[in-house]
């Protein structure tokens, strides 16, 4: 079955025991790096006062270290990057006044702020500022990631958090099946397919679910969700004409385009690419699950991954590369590949273990993935794991906002 769309629904979808014969293909090495460089910095010379304030310093600190730019130093050591100043409660809120220096630059940071999310997005601005301007990177602090917590066969809700696992929010309560969640490219509005009418359908959860509604009333399989990069156009998958295919729909005018024809296989999963001129997805036509990209224009596609028994939940950065999960003797594990090259640029992120559903940061560095029930986040330049979910659930299927 394709991992991220096992419902009660699909349970007519069995894979064959026999794929098709390939050329042999040069040996995968597993990358292992040690980490980026990163850039000292100390908060020693950061007073924080009252609850916002320890908030803001511990949310700061926190940030600059899963953006894996910075090491933040022990007190009492000085660093390459330091922040002087205060950030400190005041009325119903907090105060920041600060100063961040480096060699040879500095910028101010003075902002106040209510409540504890906004001093925890305070915190998280800032630490996006600091990868911008001394890293020269895109930061992810600000972003968030919607996730499923699944609680039995047909019972989940989606739920969502900021990019260090705090502040999280249930945005469905239907406790029925819900499958997919996708960001939207405006970091706002999630889309994802739910039972909650009884059959398959997908839904547009608007403003971070503040209302629902649902996509289009297809008969059949609705599932699978994922919008252009710039808005106009979702990729889906739909069963109306009998098998379920890869399709995509015009925002502005309804119509709908059929990218695919497998009368004897299932699509599953599409993913823009950067340029909105490709969709990478699943198949397996080819009797086992495999990686497909198409070529929206010309509808023409050409099968992408050979290696290991099912290949599956492929995501696109902005920087070109394709994250998936693969399946081999050991179980799941994480690859990325450069779809241009294909395997003959595939290096595995993890080992064999459990890890599925991956998705990459705004950064195209980080990855979130789900693991033996929780999620985690990952470094594809070496750092370690991170464990975003510290709470019970059966958390899974996440995806990373671009902003």
Not at 144 to 153: A, E, M, Q, S
Not at 360 to 378: E, F, Q
């Amino acid at each position: 079955m394709f991992r991220n769309i096992s419902t009660t629904a699909m349970l007519f979808f069995v894979l064959a025991l026999l794929s098709l014969g390939h050329a042999a293909a040069p040996p995968v090495i597993t990358v292992r790096k040690s980490g980026a460089n990163k850039a000292s910095v100390s908060l020693s010379e950061l007073r924080s006062g009252g609850v916002y304030g320890r908030l803001f310093a511990q949310t700061l600190q926190n940030d600059l270290k899963l953006s894996g730019w910075f090491e933040v130093l022990p007190p009492g050591r000085a660093g390459s990057v330091t922040i002087k100043g205060i950030a400190a409660d005041s009325g119903g809120g907090m105060q920041s006044n600060l100063r961040v220096s480096w060699p040879g630059k500095a910028f101010n940071w003075n902002k106040a702020s209510s409540g504890r999310q906004e001093v925890r997005n305070q915190a998280h601005k800032l630490a996006d500022e600091m990868v911008r301007l001394i890293a020269g990177e895109k930061g992810i602090a600000s972003t968030k990631i919607v996730f499923v917590n699944r609680r039995g066969r047909n019972n989940a809700d989606v739920y969502m958090c900021d990019a260090d696992g705090g502040s999280m929010m249930q945005l469905t309560r239907d406790n029925i099946a819900a499958v997919g969640p996708r960001w939207a490219p405006n970091g706002k509005d999630i889309f994802y397919t739910s039972f909650v009418k009884g059959y398959p359908a997908i839904y547009r959860l608007v403003n971070y679910g503040r209302n629902r509604r649902m996509l289009a009333p297809f008969k059949g399989l609705n599932t699978g969700a994922a919008v252009s990069p710039d808005g106009s156009r979702i990729a889906l998958i739909l069963s109306y004409q009998g098998n379920p295919e890869l399709y995509v729909l015009e925002v502005a005018s309804g119509r709908i385009s059929r990218m695919t024809k497998t009368l004897h296989g299932v699509e599953a999963s599409p993913c823009w690419s950067p340029d909105g001129r490709s969709i990478v997805y699943v198949s397996d036509v080819s009797r086992k699950p495999n990686l497909y990209v198409v070529n929206v224009a010309t509808r023409q596609s050409r099968r992408l991954t050979y290696r290991g028994t099912e290949n599956v939940n492929p995501d696109w950065n902005a920087k070109g590369g394709i994250v998936y999960a693969s399946k081999s003797g050991g179980g799941w594990q994480i690859a990325v590949l450069d779809p241009a090259r294909g395997e003959s640029s595939l290096s595995y992120i993890t080992k064999e273990g459990g890890y599925e559903h991956p998705s990459w940061a705004a950064d195209g560095r980080h990855i979130v993935c789900s693991r033996y029930s929780t999620l985690y986040i990952l470094d594809t330049l070496g750092d370690p794991p991170v464990r975003l979910i510290k709470i019970a659930g059966n958390w899974m299927s996440p995806d990373w906002s671009e902003r």
